[in-house]
């Protein structure tokens, strides 16, 4: 079975999620940024694609490649700046699934929380008020605090848990 990773990362959050999940699939299994997608993606059986959630669903470079996964076999995984709890990232990787083909439906996802750039952090902080969803606030501030140390170990363990569960529901 001819399988691939590909990711789409901004502050390598994503990426670094993509080669733990690459590290437990079939050794020479590439791992590839979505900005040099190989030309016959559409002859590997599974393809495992990651993104970083922006406003809600997957960034714009990678809605483009997810909409055009036909594979037999797609798995979906993205890092977020909330805590994974949050109904806002199982929303986020909804939406991201229903971007896919009609009748491609994820064997399996995954999130895990990411760290925000700081300069965007700064960026929110002065573009909406305090008091707004997205201003400064005690709560926003321990959030992007806790955020800072991920991806950590724990979550990189679940990414190749993950990588197993994605390998047994594909059969492999
Ligand atoms: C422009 C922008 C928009 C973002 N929007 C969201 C969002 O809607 N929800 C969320 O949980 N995180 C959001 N984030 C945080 C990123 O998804 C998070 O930091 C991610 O881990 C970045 O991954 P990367 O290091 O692979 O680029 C946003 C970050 C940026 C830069």
């Not at 995984?77 to 199982?90: E, I, K, L, S, Y």
């Not at 501030?141 to 679940?158: C, G, I, Q």
């Amino acid at each position: 079975m001819k399988s691939i990773v590909l990711y789409s990362s901004l502050t390598g959050n994503t990426k670094q999620v993509a080669e733990a999940i690459t590290s437990v699939l079939p050794a020479g299994t590439p791992c590839v940024d979505m900005k040099q997608l190989p030309a016959d993606l559409a002859d590997y059986d599974l393809v495992v694609a990651g993104f970083w959630v922006d406003r809600g669903t997957a960034n714009a470079e990678a809605r483009k490649v997810l909409e055009t996964l036909n594979n037999k076999h797609v798995a979906i995984f993205a890092t977020c700046g909330v805590p994974t709890q949050m109904p806002h990232a199982r929303e986020s990787l909804e939406n991201a699934a229903k971007l896919l083909p009609e009748g491609v439906v994820p064997v399996k996802t995954f999130i895990c929380q990411g760290k925000v750039d700081p300069q965007v952090i700064e960026m929110m902080y002065k573009m909406f008020p305090q008091g707004h969803a997205h201003g400064q606030s005690a709560e926003r501030d321990a959030r992007h605090k806790v955020a800072a140390s991920h991806p950590n170990e724990d979550d990189l363990n679940a990414a190749k848990a993950f990588g197993q569960e994605v390998l047994a529901a594909v059969g492999q």
